[in-house]
């Protein structure tokens, strides 16, 4: 059976996409058997914010290690998805600021003496931190402005462009998908460092800026796939307003 063209608040079915506005809630959609009840935004529960017994920690654990179960369950939520967003986003930028910072900082001739220079030299690297966290954090919120312009206006996706909502949950749960990439960033960083305390010519400087940008590289890719991959999983999810 062919889909008909549908409008922005139409109810679809999220398993097939048929639409399924102005039949009854009891019944199932006539072209996969599905229940309509699970199709109603109010079927979806899993949610982030200060309503929600659900912590951020055991979203991004849900999300990252049970994607299959998590999606699904994902509320239409724009304001408990700004918010995951924002939380995942600061702690991404931080955790680049600390792991380039601290290895930056105990190369070479800079290596401290002992423990309490080590915590002296970290104290005295917080400025510089602080500094690489918010370019972190800027271009982060570049980049989900341009995922939601993307995913909203050029994602070819039937039978109808994602809604305004689902686009900005789309996006703002993607932001997990930064986490590998600052793992192997500080995995990158750790390494580096151990052979500049074996090595000081300048070989290891230009090692670990091309190790930089190719993990950068590497992670932007992820990043965008995850994207595309959860926009198309979620094209026939239905926000809030669905009728």
């Given at each position: 059976m062919t889909i008909?063209?549908?409008?922005?608040?139409?109810?679809l079915c999220e398993?097939?996409?048929?639409?399924?506005?102005?039949?009854?809630?009891?019944?199932?959609?006539?072209?996969?058997?599905?229940?309509?009840?699970?199709?109603?935004?109010?079927?979806?529960?899993?949610?982030?914010?200060?309503?929600?017994?659900?912590?951020?920690?055991?979203?991004?654990?849900?999300?990252?290690?049970?994607?299959?179960?998590?999606?699904?369950?994902?509320?239409?939520?724009?304001?408990?998805?700004?918010?995951?967003?924002?939380?995942?986003?600061?702690?991404?930028?931080?955790?680049?600021?600390?792991?380039?910072?601290?290895?930056?900082?105990?190369?070479?001739?800079?290596?401290?003496?002992?423990?309490?220079?080590?915590?002296?030299?970290?104290?005295?690297?917080?400025?510089?931190?602080?500094?690489?966290?918010?370019?972190?954090?800027?271009?982060?919120?570049?980049?989900?402005?341009?995922?939601?312009?993307?995913?909203?206006?050029?994602?070819?996706?039937?039978p109808r462009k994602?809604?305004?909502?689902?686009?900005?949950?789309?996006?703002?749960?993607?932001?997990?998908?930064?986490?590998?990439?600052?793992?192997?960033?500080?995995?990158?960083?750790?390494?580096?460092?151990?052979?500049?305390?074996?090595?000081?010519?300048?070989?290891?400087?230009?090692?670990?800026?091309?190790?930089?940008?190719?993990?950068?590289?590497?992670?932007?890719?992820?990043?965008?796939?995850?994207?595309?991959?959860?926009?198309?999983?979620?094209?026939?999810?239905?926000?809030?307003?669905?009728?």
């Amino acid at each position: 059976m062919t889909i008909p063209p549908v409008k922005q608040f139409d109810l679809l079915c999220e398993n097939c996409g048929y639409v399924l506005s102005g039949l009854d809630r009891d019944g199932a959609c006539p072209e996969c058997g599905r229940p309509i009840a699970q199709s109603l935004p109010s079927a979806r529960t899993l949610v982030f914010g200060a309503s929600s017994s659900v912590s951020w920690l055991s979203l991004t654990r849900e999300l990252m290690i049970r994607p299959d179960r998590a999606l699904p369950r994902l509320r239409i939520d724009v304001k408990a998805a700004r918010a995951f967003g924002l939380r995942t986003n600061v702690t991404v930028a931080f955790m680049t600021a600390l792991g380039t910072v601290t290895i930056w900082r105990v190369r070479g001739d800079e290596r401290p003496d002992g423990v309490l220079a080590f915590i002296s030299t970290i104290f005295a690297a917080l400025p510089l931190m602080f500094g690489i966290a918010l370019i972190t954090f800027v271009g982060l919120l570049v980049m989900r402005l341009i995922a939601l312009k993307f995913v909203r206006e050029l994602l070819p996706l039937r039978p109808r462009k994602l809604p305004e909502a689902v686009s900005r949950v789309v996006v703002d749960h993607c932001t997990l998908a930064w986490f590998p990439g600052t793992l192997l960033l500080a995995s990158w960083n750790t390494l580096w460092g151990a052979v500049a305390y074996a090595r000081t010519d300048g070989l290891v400087p230009c090692f670990w800026s091309i190790g930089c940008v190719a993990i950068g590289a590497l992670s932007l890719v992820f990043w965008a796939v995850c994207v595309v991959l959860m926009a198309r999983r979620f094209r026939f999810a239905n926000a809030p307003g669905a009728y």
